[in-house]
């Protein structure tokens, strides 16, 4: 039976810490979506970069701007593949003459421009920033047992976004048919 002069100490206890769990848990979740809100835009610069180099692979095999003894990487599995690709992590480089990134004809660090606060590209407001906190590798590997007429392309495209270090890997296969 409930006391004529209001809630017990105990009913209000109660009743604070279910609101202060409460409160913590939608604090919880707006740090958690202010983190993700905060680095989408690097998010979209990773996935852009490693389908462009993929692109830029398959373009050379097709326009034959590169022979499929050089689609591999320099060193790669062997040690000796002979290929034009740099093994590890490389700046986010300009493609050079060959139009292919990961080359040792690469140009300048890419940069990218953003939307102002007016979000329009183009614009006085817009800022441009070079990625250089960006790392992109590529590994072509041959496919087991399939007498080195397929190749797996990997490409890993890491960021730093405060404290945390992002990584995005993309796979794809590549034939020597163009």
């Known amino acids: 039976m409930r006391s ?38 690097g998010d979209v610069v990773t996935t852009q970069k490693a389908a462009e180099a993929i692109e830029t692979v398959f373009a050379a095999r097709d326009s034959h701007t590169l022979t499929w003894a050089q689609i591999r990487n320099v060193h790669g599995y062997s040690g000796s593949d002979n290929g034009i690709f740099l093994d590890g992590p490389q700046s986010l480089r300009l493609p050079g003459a060959d139009g292919v990134v990961n080359t040792t004809d690469d140009g300048d660090v890419e940069t990218v421009t953003y939307p102002g606060p007016d979000q329009m590209i183009g614009t006085a407001d817009d800022t441009t920033r070079v ?47 163009a």
């Open 4 to 41: 004529p002069n209001g809630f017990s100490l105990v009913e209000t206890v109660i009743s604070l810490g279910v609101l202060t769990a409460g409160l913590l848990g939608a604090a919880a979740v707006l740090a958690q979506g202010m983190q993700k809100m905060t680095s989408s835009p």
């Open 131 to 177: 990625l250089d906190k960006y790392t992109r590798e590529i590994t072509i590997r041959d496919v087991p047992n399939e007498n080195g007429a397929l190749r797996s392309i990997t490409v890993t495209v890491t960021y730093q976004t405060g404290a945390v270090l992002k990584t995005y890997t993309l796979t794809t296969y590549i034939s020597n048919f």
